[in-house]
């Protein structure tokens, strides 16, 4: 297909919606136990109603509408709708507090907010007296919405009720507008989950996303027989590039759970073809088979370590482009039948023929895994800036410790400083309302990814780390904390981890357990606990993360080791800025707030004590003090 | 007052268990459409007044109308049917069987079908099931958000869904009166809320608009979400009135609350 400057998402939609009518599955949900189809055309009647429901509410060209909640039909109808008449898309991410919601849609000029239920609705009416430019808050799931008759509101049936009815006295209306829409218009602004500063806007057009999706789906083509399953937030790029710009192009079937609960066991009914998650997915899903495995008897865990051995032989040899000796197949076969297989099922990824991981660093062991149990997965690299991606890896061409090499019409080099800069039609025109970020970032149409990496002999890029959080050891070599915490979180028992040690003598980490992995363990060896911040300090569950970190260690270079560790009270959590919504950790943030527990690392202390406050949502304050204990890692285990 | 507002009405109650009278004469009104709270100290008879309103125990006197008639006579399935049910305060469940088969079970009054239908399950049997899943899975399970446990055997599954699936089932009954016995009893905050919730939505909703009657020792919950309270103690009534009037009663206080409890009445 030939992607010309006049078509749009919209347009690129109506033609799908031409090609496949009634005939074809465009979306299912499942809603009351049962899968429920939605055609092309039905798709195409629901996003009409709602698209000339907003022109009837007054939407405009270039007007922001911004939405919350979860993956559900409506969610993308409303979006689709508001492409249409020339609105532009802001996601939110559905756990975001009322004054990022707030911060959002106030800088976005947001006229219309669409709420998926009561729990939103609640938070855009205690916004709208400081977000003036909002007009509309528009909801869907009616429980809990008796009794709401602030005239702001209005119900997304109501808003389709208002399009069908200007749908009669204008019948040609929708195809007008959608027939108005370039190329070059903007379609989406998406606020990037910032490490540091406040979140910045980054304005894609129909142009980055269509192109992005044809150079994607260049490389690993989509079938319109394949089945995706959206349950990742509609406000991370990625979910926007297989919803939308391969979803639409390649025509395939989205599958929507039934509720967030339901999601492993929705992907497991599926069994989709293809699947992009960020690492933390990937990383659970480890997590879950190690946590089975753990808990299984002697002959099961046996007969598990032979066939994921064989698997991962297999798989070093097939990533190595060696040959596999004729007996090793054999055994391979013989390992899938009565193992991997299994997991593979367990895990929903009976039928994946590739998934991806992007958005954040997933370790080498995590992918050493996936390919052991014969799943192809394969990393993504790109930012939210060029429309999601800009490098995969290609099928049979995979490393553990690269993320591939540039799609086409991708141009990749690398700075004199070692950033990664990359040039593409998919790089977006700029942040809104930031004149001087745009330029730090845009520079001659290279975009300035603020990480740092090299390629290497064959061509692989190598993301090392973002710039700001390269760290020097103490023998003066350069580090990325990122690779020594992704290693870290191979251990079941460990959730989060956050390493520091720039310009310091030796290496430290903060570690938060895993609460259900550690419980588990310590209730089967009769550890007895009240709570998370108890669990963690338990002299037992220190040897535990001794343990972790010593096999980490046993790989790494002398001063790369890591000596001292803190196990942290609680989990880090978004909504208190210790992580990005996409679950990044803000280092610079950690830094200030749990300042003590780095002095206390560094210095001989073997406790620390913290006093920490905690602000609740509904705005009390509670003061807790808490004794941590610094535990060192042997040198023998180092 | 008109007599048609009142969906339930108990005179003179008395029961006696050996020489305990548990109920000496209580009478009370419950209106269509509220949530009417019986609240009081352990053995007050709360519990055993809402057996003898669904027929479990049979009272030594006193009348009870349930929407113009005296079911004084009736056993506990009849009385169903007319539309009463309940839930329990220690878990009465199928620990044994799914979510789903456990609602279904409340489900099973309304099913016209006889054995030898259910037997052979062709059209009139099969389709009456249809109705009955679809009304489950629409009315009931989506309302009380049990989606992901419908396939779990219901021993497995936490103490806060248990109580959830046992509210569940009640409603499968499509109830004009609910009897809840201590809901809230067990459930840590966040369930806590979540069932008020649903308790109001089974109260409010048009679709529903089911009359409660709600033993709860929650005093937050009980306050936030009654319309009317009564007192019982030692088996007699001793007040009645608005949430407000029941906080302020000094009767209620001393035999309940307790003086130095006051600040507990009015958490929230």
Not at chain 1, 173 to 200: H, I, M, N, R, W
Not at chain 1, 308 to 326: M, V
Not at chain 1, 404 to 415: D, F, N, Q, S
Not at chain 1, 432 to 438: A, F, G, L, N, V
Request: proline fraction near 4%; aromatic fraction near 8%; charged fraction near 30%.
């Amino acid at each position: 297909m030939e992607i010309t400057k006049d078509l749009t998402l919209p347009k690129l939609f109506l033609r799908t919606v031409e090609k496949y009518g009634s005939r074809k599955v465009a979306m299912r949900e499942k809603e009351f136990g049962i899968w429920r189809p939605i055609a092309w055309h039905e798709y195409l009647e629901r996003v009409k109603a709602l698209a000339l429901g907003f022109v009837a509410l007054g939407l405009g060209r270039g007007d922001k509408v911004a939405l919350i909640g979860q993956n559900r039909p409506e969610g993308l109808w409303a979006e689709m709708a508001a492409l249409c008449v020339g609105g532009i898309a802001v996601w939110l991410y559905q756990d975001s507090l009322v004054d990022e919601v707030q911060y959002i849609v106030d800088h976005s000029d947001t006229r219309f907010l669409i709420g998926e239920g009561q729990e939103e609705v609640d938070k855009a009416l205690a916004i709208k007296d400081r977000c003036p430019k909002l007009d509309r808050v528009i909801w869907d799931d009616p429980k809990g919405m008796r009794g709401y008759d602030d005239p702001i509101l209005i119900s997304l049936e109501d808003v389709s009720e208002l399009g069908k009815e200007l749908d009669e006295r204008e019948p040609r209306l929708f195809e007008e507008l959608v027939e108005k829409g370039q190329g070059d218009d903007v379609c989406l602004l998406f606020y990037t989950s910032g490490t540091t500063a406040q979140p910045k806007g980054a304005l894609l057009t129909h142009h980055n996303m269509l192109k992005m999706g044809q150079n994607m789906m260049a490389v690993d083509p989509c079938s319109e027989d394949d089945d995706f399953v959206s349950f990742l937030p509609f406000a991370w790029i990625g979910e926007q590039m297989m919803s939308i710009s391969c979803g639409l192009q390649a025509g395939f079937t989205i599958n929507f759970p039934e509720s967030p609960e339901t999601v492993q066991q929705n992907i497991r009914e599926i069994g989709p073809r293809v699947l992009f998650s960020p690492p933390r997915v990937y990383e659970q899903m480890v997590r879950t088979v190690q946590v089975r495995h753990l808990d299984a008897p002697l002959l099961k865990r046996k007969v598990y370590d032979l066939a994921t051995g064989i698997g991962g032989r297999i798989a070093d040899l097939k990533l190595a482009r060696k040959p596999i000796p004729w007996w090793l197949v054999t055994l391979g076969k013989l390992a899938d039948l009565a193992v991997l297989k299994k997991i593979r099922d367990h895990l929903g990824l009976a039928c994946i023929r590739r998934a991806y991981t992007g958005g954040g660093a997933l370790g080498p062991d995590h992918l050493r895994f996936f390919h052991a149990i014969g799943v192809n997965l394969k990393q993504i690299y790109g930012q939210t800036e060029i429309a999601g991606i800009s490098v995969l890896h290609r099928d049979g061409d995979i490393k553990f410790d690269t993320v591939g090499t540039p799609l086409p019409e991708t141009e990749v080099r690398i700075a004199p400083d070692g950033e990664i800069l990359s040039r593409s039609p998919c790089v977006f025109t700029g942040y809104y309302k930031m004149p001087e970020e745009t330029a730090r970032t845009l520079k001659d149409g290279w975009l300035h990814s603020g990480d740092i990496g090299f390629l290497d002999a064959d061509g692989h890029l190598v993301v090392f780390d973002r710039r700001k959080d390269v760290m020097t050891l103490a023998d003066g070599s350069r580090f990325s904390p990122q690779y020594l915490e992704t290693r870290l979180k191979f251990s079941p028992y460990i959730k989060d981890v956050w390493v520091i040690g720039d310009q310091c003598p030796f290496l430290t980490v903060v570690v938060c357990i895993d609460a259900g992995v550690v419980g588990k363990w310590a209730e089967d060896n009769h550890i007895a606990y009240t709570s998370y911040s108890e669990l963690s300090q338990k002299a037992e569950v220190r040897g535990l993360v001794v343990e972790a970190i010593g096999f980490v260690n046993r790989s790494l270079p002398a001063p790369a080791r890591i000596r001292r560790f803190v196990n942290l009270h609680k989990e880090f959590d978004a909504d208190d800025d210790e992580l990005t919504r996409t679950r990044k950790i803000r280092r610079a943030f950690l830094e200030e707030r749990y300042r003590e527990i780095v002095e206390a690392l560094y210095s001989e202390a073997t406790e620390v004590h913290l006093d920490t406050t905690v602000t609740y949502e509904d705005g009390r304050v509670v003061h807790s003090k808490t004794d941590l204990w610094v535990t060192e890692v042997p040198e023998e285990a180092a | 007052m008109t007599k048609e507002n009142v969906l339930l009405q108990v005179e003179d109650l008395r029961i006696a268990f050996g020489g305990v009278s548990a109920l000496a004469g209580v009478s009370l009104e419950v209106r269509r459409g509220e949530i009417f709270s019986l609240i009081g100290p352990n053995g007050a008879g709360k519990t055993v007044l809402l057996n003898c309103i669904n027929g479990l125990y049979k009272p030594d006197a006193g009348r009870i109308i349930f929407d113009g008639k005296d079911v004084a006579s009736l056993r506990p399935h009849q009385r169903a049917r007319l539309g009463i049910s309940r839930t329990f305060q220690k878990i009465e469940l199928f620990t044994g069987m799914t979510v789903l088969d456990n609602i279904r079970l409340g489900r099973h009054i309304h099913m016209k079908t006889g054995l030898l239908d259910g037997a052979i399950h062709l059209g009139r049997a099969s389709r009456e099931e249809i109705e009955h899943r679809d009304f489950i899975e629409r009315q009931i399970i989506d309302l009380l958000e049990v989606e992901h446990i419908r396939d779990k055997v219901v021993g497995m599954l936490p103490y806060g869904l248990q109580k959830r699936v046992e509210l569940a089932r009640a409603l499968a009954l499509n109830p004009t009166l609910i009897l809840l016995d201590e809901p809230m009893a067990g459930l840590n905050l966040e369930e806590t809320e979540d069932m008020a919730r649903f308790i109001l939505e089974i109260n409010k909703a048009e679709r529903w608009r089911t009359t409660c009657i709600l033993v709860e020792h929650d005093m937050g919950v009980v306050m936030d979400i009654s319309s009317r309270v009564a007192v019982l103690n030692f088996g007699e009534k001793i007040a009645e009135g608005t949430p407000q009037e029941i906080q302020a009663d000094p009767a209620v206080i001393k035999a309940y609350l307790g003086e130095a409890e006051e600040l507990y009445a009015t958490r929230r």
